[in-house]
């Protein structure tokens, strides 16, 4: 019976998963995808929000910085080439193709540039050596700006909708005020079920990882973060095995990147603060520097390897071996960083070359003069 009740969760957990995932397909009927995605991004990071104020309110000084810096370091060096070589199977080698890289839409710009200015501001955190009240209104204004430019983004047109799923096709059949009510009532029931299924789930494999012999610290910056993402990773897979529909898949985690470094890392000072009962920064120690180096420097690049609103085999397969090396050896930490921050000076002494040279922007700013409007 005890293991029925640790399987549950997960059972629940998967399911909910997929309903979230078809609800974002289906709202992009009636907002722009970037939306959609952004909204998806808010119900799958619920559980991570949930940990991480957990971790601020009982003010484990340390626990804080590693969960937030091992869920960002997740997201990219493992759910980016998860999506590519996914993708890269299902789409590729079963279909006798070779595919190189997957390319993302114009729209997508504003994501990365979004990612850019919190990881940016994120710097200015860094070197002054604190998280404080006044950075969480810094960084919730941002994403607010983020979601505002959103909002005004149009509605992505239904070319085909045998592409929906199953309940995305039947809604469609409705009127619009109903498409619209069943949407939302797809995202609260695959919302509500996620979050009060991942804590159980969590908690049984936290049992088992004690059992295992895991340490604690190893549990917060690596499994509890793997396992409160699990649902986003998920939704990713099944969209990166499908036909056309990887491009979605990684901006589902990019969104989840621009969520994280802007509202997640927001809330650590405000519920620390509270907690305390006066306000007071969160000071960083030598190891907070050293993982919050590793963390921006990973960001950096992947956002510099974006602007070119592409994401290689290469790319994807050296993101993936530099995260499985620090992830391996830890004291390889500063190592790490300093090839990341290399990779990033070359990709930014490349685009220097090429728009002196050709005077050729990154293809993330050329699409960005199409939204010149809605700044």
Same mark, same amino acid.
């Given at each position: 019976?005890?293991?029925? *009740? #640790? @399987?549950?969760?997960?059972?629940?957990?998967?399911?909910? %998963?997929?309903?979230?995932?078809?609800?974002?397909?289906? %709202?992009?009927?009636?907002?722009?995808?970037?939306?959609?995605?952004?909204?998806?991004?808010?119900?799958?990071?619920?559980?991570?929000?949930?940990?991480?104020?957990?971790?601020?309110?009982?003010?484990?000084?340390?626990?804080?910085?590693?969960?937030?810096?091992?869920?960002?370091?997740?997201?990219?060096?493992?759910?980016?080439?998860?999506?590519?070589?996914?993708?890269?199977?299902?789409?590729?080698?079963?279909?006798?193709?070779?595919?190189?890289?997957? #390319?993302?839409?114009?729209?997508?710009?504003?994501?990365?540039?979004?990612?850019?200015?919190? @990881?940016?501001?994120?710097?200015?955190?860094?070197?002054?050596?604190?998280? &404080?009240?006044?950075?969480?209104? $810094?960084?919730? &204004?941002? *994403?607010?700006?983020?979601?505002?430019?959103?909002?005004?983004?149009?509605?992505?047109?239904?070319?085909?909708?045998? #592409?929906?799923?199953?309940?995305?096709?039947?809604?469609?059949?409705?009127?619009?005020?109903?498409?619209?009510?069943?949407?939302?009532?797809?995202?609260?029931?695959?919302?509500?079920?996620?979050?009060?299924?991942?804590?159980?789930?969590?908690?049984?494999?936290?049992?088992?990882?004690?059992?295992?012999?895991?340490?604690?610290?190893?549990?917060?910056?690596?499994?509890?973060?793997?396992?409160?993402?699990?649902?986003?990773?998920?939704?990713?897979?099944?969209?990166?095995?499908?036909?056309?529909?990887?491009?979605?898949?990684?901006?589902?985690?990019?969104?989840?990147?621009?969520?994280?470094?802007?509202?997640?890392?927001?809330?650590?000072?405000?519920?620390?603060?509270?907690?305390?009962?006066?306000?007071?920064?969160?000071?960083?120690?030598?190891?907070?520097? %050293?993982?919050?180096?590793?963390?921006?420097?990973? &960001?950096?690049?992947?956002?510099?390897?974006?602007?070119?609103?592409?994401? &290689?085999?290469?790319?994807?397969?050296?993101?993936?071996?530099?995260?499985?090396?620090?992830?391996?050896?830890?004291?390889?930490?500063?190592? @790490?960083?300093?090839? *990341?921050?290399?990779?990033?000076?070359?990709?930014?002494?490349?685009?220097? $070359?090429?728009?002196?040279?050709?005077?050729?922007?990154?293809?993330?700013?050329?699409?960005?003069?199409?939204?010149?409007?809605?700044?």
């Amino acid at each position: 019976m005890e293991l029925v *009740y #640790d @399987i549950l969760p997960l059972v629940v957990v998967l399911l909910s %998963a997929f309903v979230i995932g078809w609800a974002a397909e289906t %709202a992009e009927m009636f907002i722009s995808r970037a939306l959609a995605l952004s909204i998806l991004a808010w119900l799958q990071t619920l559980p991570e929000f949930a940990v991480e104020a957990q971790l601020a309110w009982s003010q484990e000084r340390s626990l804080m910085i590693a969960n937030l810096t091992g869920s960002l370091r997740l997201l990219v060096g493992l759910g980016w080439p998860m999506i590519f070589f996914t993708q890269f199977y299902f789409q590729g080698i079963r279909k006798k193709q070779f595919i190189k890289k997957i #390319d993302l839409g114009k729209e997508d710009s504003l994501s990365v540039l979004f990612l850019f200015l919190s @990881i940016l501001y994120f710097l200015v955190i860094f070197f002054k050596g604190s998280l &404080s009240c006044w950075d969480s209104l $810094v960084l919730m &204004s941002i *994403y607010g700006v983020y979601l505002w430019i959103l909002f005004k983004l149009p509605s992505h047109e239904v070319e085909d909708p045998s #592409d929906l799923p199953w309940i995305g096709r039947q809604i469609l059949r409705l009127n619009r005020g109903p498409q619209i009510m069943a949407t939302i009532a797809l995202f609260a029931v695959g919302g509500i079920a996620l979050y009060l299924s991942v804590e159980p789930f969590i908690h049984s494999l936290q049992k088992w990882a004690v059992a295992a012999g895991i340490s604690t610290f190893v549990f917060i910056q690596w499994v509890s973060p793997f396992l409160s993402e699990f649902p986003e990773k998920l939704s990713a897979f099944n969209w990166a095995r499908q036909k056309g529909k990887a491009p979605m898949a990684f901006m589902n985690m990019v969104n989840s990147n621009v969520n994280q470094w802007t509202m997640l890392a927001a809330m650590i000072p405000l519920v620390f603060n509270w907690s305390l009962g006066r306000f007071e920064p969160l000071v960083f120690d030598e190891v907070h520097h %050293a993982e919050l180096a590793l963390t921006l420097a990973q &960001s950096l690049l992947a956002g510099i390897v974006l602007l070119d609103l592409s994401f &290689s085999i290469v790319e994807a397969a050296l993101i993936f071996v530099l995260w499985l090396v620090q992830f391996v050896w830890s004291g390889l930490r500063w190592e @790490i960083t300093y090839i *990341y921050l290399a990779w990033t000076a070359i990709e930014t002494i490349k685009w220097i $070359v090429l728009y002196s040279t050709q005077k050729k922007l990154p293809r993330a700013f050329e699409a960005l003069k199409e939204y010149r409007n809605l700044f």
